[in-house]
Every structure is written in C-alpha cells, then in structure tokens.
C-alpha cells in the first residue's frame, strides 16, 4: 500500500502547488491515501473548513494538524465533526477534535493517522511518547497499517520517537520546521521514517511567510506581524511504500518540486 503524504502547507502559495502538483502525482505514483499536514493551510495559521473541504476535494483522504490547529477560530465550528482532520493526540482529554482517524479509501483498505505534537521548544502537552504508547495499545489488536505525523522542533526528540516506535508503526514522519531532511530510511525493525517532510509553500519566504517582516523582528526584536508570502511555490512530500502482509515500510521516498521548473520529466 503506497501512502503520499505533503508537508506542512502554507497560506495560498502551498494550497496552488497541492491544486497543480497533485493530478499528477496521482497519476505517477497512485497512492492508495494521500494525507497533508493543513496547519498553516490559511494564511499561514490555522485552517477553515473552506480549505479543509477544497483539500478533500482534491483527493486528501486525511489532514493532520499541530501547535497552529486553533489559530483560526472557524475550527471550533467544525473540526468534532470532520472525521478526516486530526489534532495532536497529546491535548489534554476534552480538547476538541480526535488525535487519531482511521482512513478508508474507495477499495475499502484502512490507514490509521496518528499525530502527536512534542515538547522541546513548544507548549508542554502531555508527554508524546507515553501518549502514543496508550493508543497502540489499543490501535495494533485490529490495525495494521498506522502511519505516525509527529509535529515537532527539535531533530534530537523526532529522531528518539522514530526509535521509540521502530517495529511499532509503519512509518514516523516528521512536520514543523518546514525544511526537507534528507535522512529519509526504513530503520531496523521496518517502520519507514524521516525527521522532516519539509514544507509546501512559497520558495523566497522564510519558512514560508514573508521574509522582509521576518528580518525585521530578527533585526530589532520589535512585535511585527506576519504574514504567509504568496509568491513561487515549493513541494515537498514523501511516498511511502508499506508491504500487505507486515504493514512495515518497504521503501520511503522523498519528493522535492519548484514551480519555476517543470513538472514532472
């Protein structure tokens, strides 16, 4: 079963390269479900259910979410009863929406999403690891296929999650700091993983907002406002190949495009 899954998407530059790229992606690689991280889908901050429908409508299966999920204020309208969006699992009980879907496709094959958010450098959750812990307890007695986004700062705590859940899930993908690590591997026990997808948005920003209001606060530490730059796009996405009998990861590749050049070969 081949899983696509797009970086963090920011403001309207990612949400053009996704409408562009995506056809033909899935006439090259034909995944069974395509997920997207949609955090930063409007405006750079949050998501409205405009975009997560505009998402869906293009083939997304599932969108997960991370520390931005209540930026816009539209999601408390409808993110309980959008059974593909999927928030950090590690909120607290009671916290709107659900840290973990189970994804059906048209041939009626199953994917679990899982996203966790961590800690280092970001608002202290409860403890991701022990979080995800409990949910396997109960997700690996009926599922195979579990395919992990966790949304996180620090490389060194993506990386001890990858071992953590190595032989536990299929794959660990990691989203938050939109720029691409190339350490893409399947590790030893089969679950495929990499510390950052990367994101998909404007190429000339910073992190995908534009960058003239960033060297502003970095310059002066004075509070500047910003906002996501809509100007030439980026993509970055994964593919991951999960075998039918173990559920682990068989080959796990990373996909990079810029939309000054062409397409597809």
Request: net charge neutral.
């Amino acid at each position: 079963m081949r899983i696509l899954f797009i970086g963090d998407i920011v403001g309207g530059s990612g949400r053009r390269a996704v409408k562009t790229l995506l056809p033909e992606l899935k006439r090259k690689y034909d995944p069974a479900f395509i997920v997207a991280n949609g955090e930063n889908s409007a405006g750079g901050r949050g998501i409205t259910a405009q975009i997560a429908k505009e998402l869906y409508d293009q083939g997304v299966h599932g969108i997960t979410m991370g520390n931005h999920t209540w930026d816009n204020k539209d999601i408390f309208n409808f993110i309980d009863e959008d059974e593909r969006m999927i928030r950090p699992a590690n909120y607290p009980p009671g916290t709107p929406g659900k840290g973990v879907a189970v994804l059906r496709n048209a041939s009626g094959k199953e994917l679990v999403i899982v996203n966790t958010m961590g800690r280092t450098f970001l608002p202290p959750l409860d403890c991701p690891f022990q979080t995800i812990d409990g949910i396997l307890d109960k997700l690996k007695k009926k599922h195979k296929f579990i395919f992990v986004d966790f949304h996180a700062e620090a490389t060194s705590e993506k990386i001890a999650m990858g071992w953590h859940l190595d032989g536990k899930v299929s794959a660990v993908v990691g989203t938050h700091t939109h720029v691409q690590t190339h350490d893409e591997r399947v590790l030893p026990k089969g679950t495929g993983y990499v510390t950052d997808v990367g994101m998909t948005g404007a190429r000339d920003g910073v992190l995908g907002m534009e960058r003239d209001a960033v060297l502003q606060k970095f310059k002066t530490q004075l509070p500047v406002r910003f906002t996501a730059d809509e100007g030439k796009w980026m993509f970055h996405a994964v593919v991951v190949d999960l075998d039918n009998d173990t559920g682990f990861t068989k080959k796990i590749e990373l996909i990079r495009r810029f939309e000054t050049e062409a397409v597809f070969e």
